[in-house]
């Protein structure tokens, strides 16, 4: 069966920190991949995503995130959180031609100020 | 332009009975899927509707059907409630020609006692 690992449960940084969060799927196909993110009290939003073309990919809000197919990877980048990043944030798969989501257990980003 | 929306927002049952969730999609989206969120997971896909009629399933029981009107708003039913199946419902819209670019609800939370 599908799966996306999210290995960072939790995540503490203070501001102006990098950030790198991991993601990991198991299919040997064509995937569709993307990132959402849910600020407290908010909807799941779409931070970005990446369908083909050049590997990484430029999101909202200075985020971006790096397909690496051999590693199976697909891991989001910042390269200095604000505290306003404070927020879980999913990764998600699609096969390509299909539909059917397969969304990771997230990771709560805490950045202390 | 309203997003998609969904109701109640807050619904608390007992094991056994039944219940019944709604959800409007965007504007110009035709194609609903649902989702269930269990806490401190990521949204598990339960189905996907289009042109009234069921496209992709997840691995959810027969408990678990829904239904989409001609106007693309959509309503998700579960039967013989299990204390399990309290979790948030999610609904998210697509239009037909980018149904990778899905757009989330607010969702419904569902507590069964």
């Known amino acids: 069966a599908q799966s996306v690992s999210q290995h960072n449960h939790h995540v503490i940084l203070s501001e102006a920190a990098s950030l790198e969060l991991g993601c990991n799927y198991s299919?040997?196909?064509?995937?569709?991949l993307f990132w959402y993110v849910q600020y407290p009290g908010q909807h799941l939003q779409l931070l970005l995503k990446?369908?083909?073309?050049?590997?990484l990919v430029k999101g909202i809000k200075g985020f971006e995130a790096e397909f690496i197919k051999s590693k199976f990877s697909f891991n989001l980048r910042k390269p200095s959180v604000q505290w306003s990043d404070t927020a879980e944030y999913f990764c998600a798969v699609t096969l390509r031609n299909f539909n059917k989501f397969y969304f990771g257990s997230g990771t709560k980003l805490n950045v202390k100020p | 332009d309203a997003g998609v929306t969904q109701s109640p927002t807050h619904l608390i049952k007992t094991r056994g009975q039944q219940v019944t969730l709604r959800c409007s999609p965007k504007?110009?989206?035709?194609?609903v899927s649902w989702y269930q969120q269990a806490l401190g997971q990521g949204p598990q896909f339960i189905f996907q509707y289009y042109e009234e009629e069921e496209r992709q399933r997840g691995n959810f029981p027969d408990r678990f059907s829904g239904h989409q009107f001609p106007n693309y708003s959509s309503e998700l039913n579960v039967n013989a409630l299990l204390l399990g199946d309290s979790a948030l419902y999610l609904c998210?819209?697509?239009?037909?020609?980018?149904?990778?670019?899905?757009?989330f609800g607010p969702g419904t939370r569902l507590l069964v006692l």
């Open positions: 504007s110009g989206h035709d194609t």
């Open positions: 998210a819209s697509s239009p037909t020609s980018l149904r990778e670019t899905q757009y």
């Open positions: 990446y369908f083909s073309g050049d590997p």
């Open positions: 299919y040997g196909g064509t995937v569709n």
